[in-house]
């Protein structure tokens, strides 16, 4: 038998949990405070997917890092 090897892709982690999390936004709409934890949770999530992808293709800089950073800061200030 062949040994299989699976390759995991951190992008396709955001793309399966982004719906899930979007429907807890819904489930939970009439609470702000819960809605923010999930919201924070949604930032570190594609804070640590992002940052894992590019250090796996070995792309990963600073200015990357700043870069996602300022972008999961902007998310929960628009809230």
């Known amino acids: 038998m062949r040994n299989l090897k699976v390759r995991f892709n951190f992008i396709w982690l ?3 949990t982004a719906p ?6 819904f ?3 009439n609470s702000s405070g819960i809605q923010f934890k999930i919201l ?3 930032a570190l999530l594609y804070l640590a ?3 894992l992808h590019h250090m796996k293709d ?3 800089t600073f200015e990357i890092i700043i870069e996602y950073i300022l972008i ?3 998310a929960l200030v628009m809230f």
């Open 14 to 16: 955001l793309f399966f």
């Open 40 to 42: 924070i949770l949604a």
């Open 58 to 60: 070995k792309t990963l």
């Open 49 to 51: 997917a992002t940052t």
């Open 72 to 74: 999961a800061a902007l």
């Open 27 to 29: 489930v939970f709409r």
């Open 20 to 25: 899930l999390l979007l429907i807890a936004l």
